[in-house]
Nanobody, 125 residues
Framework: VQLQASGGGLVQTGGSLRLSCAAS????????MGWFRQAPGKQREFVGG????????YYGDSAKGRFTISRDNAKNTVYLQMNSLQPEDTANYYC???????????????????WGQGTQVTVSS
């Protein structure tokens, strides 16, 4: 599946952004979808994930209470709503797809087969 992330930009501390990840090539309902981020000089970090039908969501510690993942399989799109953004949220954000039937851990980037190109989020203080 091909993934295209969008929606990044420059926002002030406390602001919000909604990222989108559009899929093509295969139906998105076949996949568990994850969001990761990577800041310069740091390892790629799990932000959150959503099950194939949106019934379950999972978040990394940095995202809990501030970020919300959702999906619209009819539109083949996954979303990441980010609120109360802080400078430490500055990073390149990636969406990724893991087969829904896979038992690989959703927190690990190595569990995902397909990745979008990333969209930059910059939070100014």
């Amino acid at each position: 599946v091909q993934l295209q992330a969008s929606g990044g930009g420059l926002v002030q501390t406390g602001g919000s952004l909604r990222l989108s990840c559009a899929a093509s090539g295969r139906t998105l309902s076949m996949y568990f979808m994850g969001w990761f981020r990577q800041a310069p000089g740091k390892q790629r970090e799990f932000v959150g994930g959503v099950s194939w039908n949106g019934g379950r969501t999972y978040y990394g510690d940095s995202a809990k209470g501030r970020f919300t993942i959702s999906r619209d399989n009819a539109k083949n799109t996954v979303y990441l709503q980010m609120n109360s953004l802080q400078p430490e949220d500055t990073a390149n954000y990636y969406c990724a797809a893991r087969p829904a039937v896979s038992g690989r851990p959703y927190q690990l980037s190595s569990s995902y087969d397909d990745w979008g190109q990333g969209t930059q989020v910059t939070v100014s203080s």
